[in-house]
């Protein structure tokens, strides 16, 4: 399978060369989807300013499970490798619990609050919507910034979910396997 559209390569305009030194990657080229997104620079600005990797309301741990959650609801192995390979280790989740993001329902390895990130991502994925419980138990765990971040990032990743599967982008070589 070949992208469907060709990843931009070097000389990138400034704006888009200064963007993609701040977001280097194991290997010699940026990511493919970045480097896609740079053949047009108003889009690639719309996405590179959108993320949400940085510190936040959500620990990396919490974090990491949402977007691999989410990717891995809509078959995104392209992000859900990128993600393993780079975060998994410092977000402390184990191959049991990479491999637990990929399966139907909740497993035994997630503790309360993990298991209520992976409902919620379930929920949201499936619906776009959070049920009036699921939300009240939302609600004494996080915050309010943090459930309003959740929502940002599981839609930020189905976003980036629709990317990788509709360009048909091919794993990173540094990227994880995404589980059978």
């Known amino acids: 399978m070949s992208p469907r559209i060709e990843p931009a390569q070097a000389p990138y305009p400034p704006s888009v060369a200064r963007t993609l030194e701040q977001l280097k990657t194991p290997g010699d080229?940026?990511?493919?989807?970045?480097?896609?997104?740079?053949?047009?620079?108003?889009?690639?600005?719309?996405?590179?300013?959108?993320?949400?990797?940085?510190?936040?309301?959500?620990?990396?741990?919490?974090?990491?499970?949402?977007?691999?959650?989410?990717?891995?609801?809509?078959?995104?192995?392209?992000?859900?490798?990128?993600?393993?390979?780079?975060?998994?280790?410092?977000?402390?989740?184990?191959?049991?619990?990479?491999a637990a993001t990929t399966a139907p329902g909740?497993?035994?390895?997630?503790?309360?609050?993990?298991?209520?990130?992976?409902?919620?991502?379930?929920?949201?994925?499936?619906?776009?919507?959070i049920d009036d419980a699921l939300w009240a138990r939302l609600a004494e765990a996080f915050s309010e910034g943090a459930r309003i971040e959740l929502m940002m990032l599981a839609g930020f990743y189905r976003t980036v979910s629709l990317l990788v599967n509709g360009l048909r982008l091919e794993p990173e070589p540094f990227a994880a396997p995404f589980p059978p």
Do not use: K, M
């Open 106 to 129: 909740v497993a035994t390895c997630w503790g309360p609050r993990e298991a209520l990130l992976i409902g919620f991502c379930d929920a949201v994925n499936a619906r776009a919507d």
């Open 29 to 98: 080229q940026p990511l493919s989807l970045f480097r896609t997104l740079a053949r047009d620079e108003r889009l690639f600005a719309r996405f590179t300013g959108g993320g949400l990797l940085d510190p936040g309301h959500l620990t990396l741990r919490e974090r990491e499970i949402v977007i691999h959650r989410i990717c891995a609801l809509n078959g995104a192995a392209y992000e859900w490798g990128v993600h393993a390979a780079l975060f998994a280790s410092a977000a402390g989740l184990r191959a049991e619990q990479l």
